[in-house]
């Protein structure tokens, strides 16, 4: 067993490294785009709604509110997307019997993760500096829901390629489909600003409950009643268990192609 998972250890470093080469080889200033990107994203929405957000949400600071937003938002849609072509792009990898389907996609999670975990730390170290309270007494909380989002988002990039393989249409479709989260996910207000009759269909939806933890965890007067670390928690695992069930189903078909 233990040479078993030190081959998947070997197997899914050397993915992550490939994958870290492939997007950031072809940039000199490709780690700093990292910086740069959402940094920017965040500087354009603080130029246009900066004024009256900061009036409608006086619990946290709203640069602080963007961040806690955009990034995790980021992260999660990077993961997902990049998930479609995931057997595409590999494909050649896979003639070598020790690198499985699955560890792709673990690979751009892990890469994605470490991306998204760093420039979040380092913004948020930027707001401190300009005076901004960042509390962290609620750290260990807010790792935990961090590596639930991590968590969610590797599970539904699993689900995608496995869509992507079995119908490769949906490449086109998916992504059409995850733009709207952007909207119904809370990145840019918060849900408690939404009237009741609306806000119960944005909580169907657990991106916009990672999100709104996120930033309790980080101020703890930001108002988080209508939204549940149990209900994230549910979703991830059991989009975790189906995408694990259907990836069980069709790794010896996802091999042979």
Known sequence: MKPQLDLIRRTVLALFL??????????????????????????ILLLLFGYIMHRSIPSIPFPLFLLCGVLPFLMFNQIVSR??????????????RPVQAIDLILARTLLEGVIGTVVF???????????????????PTLCG????????????????MLLGHAYPESEKLIPLLLKPLYFLSGVMFPLALVPAPYQAY????????????????????????HVHGSYLLLWTLGLLFFSLLLYKGRANALRRS
């Open 18 to 43: 490939r994958e870290m080469k492939t997007r950031f080889g072809k940039y000199r200033l490709g780690y700093l785009w990292c910086l740069l990107e959402p940094l920017a994203h965040i500087s």
């Open 83 to 96: 998930s479609l072509n995931a057997l595409d792009a590999n494909q050649g990898l896979l003639s070598y």
């Open 121 to 139: 730390v380092l913004l948020l170290l930027g707001l401190a500096l300009t005076g901004q309270t960042i509390a962290l007494d609620q750290l």
């Open 145 to 160: 829901y961090w590596i639930l989002l991590l968590l969610f988002s590797f599970s539904l990039g699993l689900l995608f």
């Open 202 to 225: 944005l909580l169907w939806n657990p991106l916009a409950h990672a999100l709104e933890l996120i930033r309790h965890a980080l101020v703890a007067s930001y108002p988080a009643g």
